[in-house]
């Protein structure tokens, strides 16, 4: 049987869950967001990262096992849904990532 693709995925740190309390992921403008995506098994696997349009943020060619790594920050405040994909020895994995900017740090 072959392994996943995509172990674990991990946004500004912490472990990826859809269900967490989005302020958890938050970030002010023009700070940085950490996404990274922990691979297993064998070989190499191609991993990207779209908007929502399906415009490429990044792309990258990875040895398994190993982590896809990227940062991005953002200039204008609002929600942000972008898409990482990893496709490698005829699998396919796809996960949308909620991301919201903040216009400014919390104060307090």
Known sequence: MAKPLVKLIRLNNLQYNPNRDPAAY?????????IQAV????????????DAQGTPMAEKSVA?????THEIAFDTPGTRIVTLTV????????????LDVLEHAWIG
């Open 26 to 34: 938050r970030r002010p403008v023009n700070v940085c967001f950490r």
């Open 87 to 98: 496709e490698g020895n005829g699998q396919k994995f796809s996960q949308d990532l909620r």
């Open 64 to 68: 398994r096992p190993g982590t896809f």
């Open 39 to 50: 691979l297993d098994g064998t070989g190499d696997a191609r991993c990207g990262l779209y």
